[in-house]
């Protein structure tokens, strides 16, 4: 039966046998007891060296599947014990409610999927060929040079000293006031903000947001159980009046906003509106989440100062960010900065959650921080995100028939049909290889079927004329 | 003001120079519409070549915080905005229960810590210095070779695939029987526990243990709301006899098992006794929560099968491992398999937390241990560890008088003592520069006064004699 074994790839030779020798064991084929080969045997039986199967052997026996008998041979010691028939249990009617909503609120689950060839405005993932893979290599080079393999060892729940310093600079360069604020880094925004709010919030609390807003955090809320309260956008972002009155009626535990770029219509808040929205919350001393989601993609204009900024030595807003959405997303480095007491207990919940995020991870992205490579990313992702951005915005005001067409920047527009609903439009565009985010999940409560997200990150200049031309014709056909 | 602007390290000189203009701006030092002086002077002020005045200049445009006017220079454009006074909560009075008892049950926050000089039996973490830093490192550079930019974009929430499909044949290897199984990713046991406990348990429900047990997994146990109901361990683990009587009496609705190198005893529970649990919790229809934890780390005797292959066929035992209590923990790597029912809930409650576990790690693991790099790691660290176990189970008979002395592999003993308490004893170990776990924080409901963990991973053979006859000492000194 050893002669059945095949070599392939270039998992070593000697574990390969090691393996063979294991599966036949499992399988019942060789019985405890059974004397193998000896070693001298086996290598001329399947030509290699003796030296491999000596040491395949060596592992068998450390595992404990064979013993070796000085001057006797190896013999199979692994005795399998099966235990019949086994556990079997209907995991269907197992599940908690709580996974049941997760799988159920698990867009990549429903929605339409890409296939290739078509094109897809449906992601708003960074393009990866954008990302300077030598720079990464490098940066990796050069932090394990410095610091070897204690790098792969646990970390600390907060996060790695110099990130998070580094992100602390990056945050004063931004406005921040650092006095009595703390950081602590995160699986990315999504961690960040699924610890935030079990640090913060019960079952059945109430949460005012924007709506729309970020699919996601629509998602998150549901999971933790909290009421959410959508506040309508008007051009200029989040509609005051609404904002006031919800405030004014009591009960909101707390605010997640997303004042630049928001996802999805693009918008930034004003500096003068920011001011007025952290003023009401101030009022009636609400904290507000702040989402700092592709801040870094402004692509003019002024820079505008984060909520978390413009408090100066407030501690009413904990502010999430993430360069993930636009640098390696596939790291899961986002970071949560706050009250210190605060992030003290997020640092806990953090621990007992997953003990802390790859260090590796949070050392390379530093090393490569530090040496200004994402600087010089940034300058480049802007250009050309910028210019893809530019055509979607001309292109789909010259070929779709919208009442409003959102963003100022980011990585996607958004568009508001004439009384054209977006998934009817989206199933027949999907024949013709066209995939768009249908707006309606982005709708705390309803609203949102005329709407759709255009990500603009993954598809060419050509592609994104095709594929808006493709949309307009068929709005056309529907009409 | 511009010549208090002194460089340093390796960040780039066109950087150091922007961050130092931002800071002023932001301070107010340089007010909007200020002119900034020409990149020529600037450059010889600073004494730099013209070219990182303009690169400075240019990102500091990009940032939005100055404007270049054609033929005219550069100014300030950004406005300051601050809010105030700010809004300012008592977070203490804020944070829910959950952040509460997560600081509470922290015992990183609790606990003795090291200091420099110490000789620590508290870890049992790896030792880093046995990781062999240049087979990651090649592994590292093999992956991205191949793959590219890709692997640092999204992946996707159950795992990465090539690691998936090696983990599952690593399984069968250990007689896995994989029909109707599936395997899904996660960041280390610690987060596979959560996420599998929020999948299956209710605020509220019992579970069933071994007691003593994973402090981390009281913890999450305990902030999952359950009501914990330990069973006590005799000389061969689990008291069968109290985990029937248990279970016969209903409400039970999983049980969590270590049934190899059992933290903290170190027990390995015999074939014939998995038979037997796993009958008892058929009988009872309950599912099996197996955690697989050091399971690499046998020194001696045959392979022992785990309960999730000993069911055969059966889907009632759900098998969360983690190569990182061993090997890289700095990753965050482990994996859950189980009921493919299952895991495709968990794979939903998995995206909704964090999207999915960094992917460039699991594809650096991936060639890892495909290339055979984790086998002969294995070897080396099954050799050290060994001898560092027999030695402080040797000495520990020597010098600590000892009802029980726990112990036969992994990367710990545990030591009941005969009288004495061991957080006494560890109070006066520590002005000796000598620390341990307490055996407390082990036990689900009180007990274990008297025992103590000692970890063997991070001591040398000459700190486990100079410790544990320090231990021995102190008893002496005690009675």
Known sequence: MFENLRFSGKRPIYLQIKDYIKKMILAGLLQPGVKLPSTRELAEMLK???????????????DGFILMEKGRGAFVSFTEVKSEPGLVLTWEEMVTDYARLAAALDIEKKELKWEKGMISFKSIAPDPS?????????????????????????????????LMEYIMEYMKNKGLNPAGKDIMITNGFTEGFNLVLSALLHRGDRIVCENPTHNTAIKIMNLAGLRICGVKMREDG??????????????IKAGFLIPSYHNPTGLVMSPEKRVEILKIFTDYQVP?????????????????????????????????????????????????????????????????ANIHTSFPDQA??????????????????????????????????????????????????FVELAGVNARTLLRECYKRNVLYMPGDIFYTNGGGENAFRLGISRVNLEQIETGIKVIGEVIEGLQ
């Not at 290699?48 to 450390?62: G, K």
């Not at 050069?142 to 907060?158: D, I, M, P, V, W």
């Not at 989040?238 to 009155?245: G, N």
Request: hydrophobic content about 40%.
């Open 48 to 62: 290699v060296s003796r030296n491999s199967v000596i040491s395949a052997y060596q592992y068998l026996e450390d």
């Open 130 to 162: 954008l990302f300077g893979l030598e720079d990464f290599k490098k940066s990796f080079l050069q932090r394990f040079s410095l610091e070897g393999a204690k790098l792969l060892n646990y970390g600390y729940a907060k996060g790695y000293k110099q």
């Open 238 to 251: 989040i509609c005051v009046e609404e904002l006031k009155k919800l405030l004014a009626g009591g009960g």
């Open 288 to 352: 507000i989440i702040e989402d700092g989601f592709n801040e870094e993609l402004r692509f003019s204009g002024s820079h505008v100062a984060p909520l978390i900024a413009l408090s100066g030595k407030g501690n009413g807003v904990i502010y999430i960010g993430s360069f993930s959405k636009i640098l390696f997303p596939g790291l899961r480095i986002g970071w949560v900065i706050g009250d210190a007491k605060l992030i003290s207990y997020l640092e806990s919940v953090k621990r007992s």
């Open 364 to 413: 390379i992205l530093y090393e490569y921080l530090q040496n200004g490579y994402f600087e010089r990313y940034l300058k480049k992702a802007r250009k050309v995100y910028k210019e893809r951005h530019d055509c979607a915005v001309r292109l789909a005001r010259q070929y779709i028939p919208a009442t409003r067409i959102w963003g100022e920047g980011g990585l996607h527009i």
